[in-house]
T-cell receptor, first 114, second 113 residues
Framework: KAGVTQTPRYLIKTRGQQVTLSCSPI?????VSWYQQTPGQGLQFLFE???????NKGNFPGRFSGRQFSNSRSEMNVSTLELGDSALYLC?????????????FGPGTRLTVL | AQKVTQAQTEISVVEKEDVTLDCVYE???????LFWYKQPPSGELVFLIR????DEQNEISGRYSWNFQKSTSSFNFTITASQVVDSAVYFC??????????WGAGTKLIIKP
């Protein structure tokens, strides 16, 4: 069974630009969660999608948005990038949801904002 | 408010030593789940265990064991006879009433050969 894939793996952007990250979950998984990981703030929850509906949202500004498609693939978008958005963005999939059972994580997308 | 505290920022031990990673949580809920995840240097987090609040039995899986104590709101993780491959950052997490995971800051474990 293929694991969670994330594209791209690395991204360099400048302030003010926008970016879209993609996540393909494990086949059959309906839940996709996104996290931001930084040395200073640690692992922070962004949002969770389940069957194309946003089920949970973390405490991030509206510049961070996401969606999930009918095939469970998910994208997250960050508009008007700021230097502080530089981070490792992790995607995780699970069959029932992040708080119900184990999540499988992708390798992450390393975003650098200059 | 829900909170997970991993007070140990970094632990360094010599291979074959036993090591315990502490996790203390705060919640007003009576039903909740606790998790441990491992993040090796490669970066991908790996699930280790899930425990629900009604199951206080300790769990053992090979060299890994978990001690869940509701009385002290702790869910500690012990590695017996540590190996270099155990070097990683370990995260403890708590599910809240909104079915969202609250993560601890993580403990970096360094196993020296």
């Amino acid at each position: 069974k293929a694991g969670v894939t994330q594209t791209p793996r690395y991204l360099i952007k400048t302030r003010g630009q926008q970016v879209t990250l993609s996540c393909s979950p494990i086949s059959g998984h309906r839940s996709v969660s996104w996290y931001q990981q930084t040395p200073g703030q640690g692992l922070q929850f962004l949002f969770e999608y389940f069957s194309e509906t946003q089920r949970n949202k973390g405490n991030f500004p509206g510049r961070f948005s996401g969606r999930q498609f009918s095939n469970s693939r998910s994208e997250m978008n960050v508009s008007t990038l700021e230097l502080g958005d530089s981070a490792l963005y992790l995607c995780a999939s699970s069959s029932q949801g992040q708080s119900y059972n184990e999540q499988f994580f992708g390798p992450g997308t390393r975003l650098t904002v200059l | 408010a829900q909170k997970v505290t991993q007070a140990q920022t970094e632990i360094s031990v010599v291979e074959k030593e036993d090591v315990t990673l502490d996790c203390v949580y705060e919640t007003r809920d009576t039903t909740y789940y606790l998790f441990w995840y491992k993040q090796p240097p490669s970066g991908e987090l790996v699930f280790l265990i899930r425990r629900n609040s009604f199951d206080e039995q300790n769990e053992i899986s090979g060299r890994y064991s978990w001690n869940f104590q509701k009385s002290t709101s702790s869910f500690n993780f012990t590695i017996t006879a540590s190996q270099v491959v155990d070097s990683a950052v370990y995260f403890c997490a708590l599910s809240d009433r909104n079915y969202q995971l609250i993560w601890g800051a993580g403990t970096k474990l360094i196993i020296k050969p």
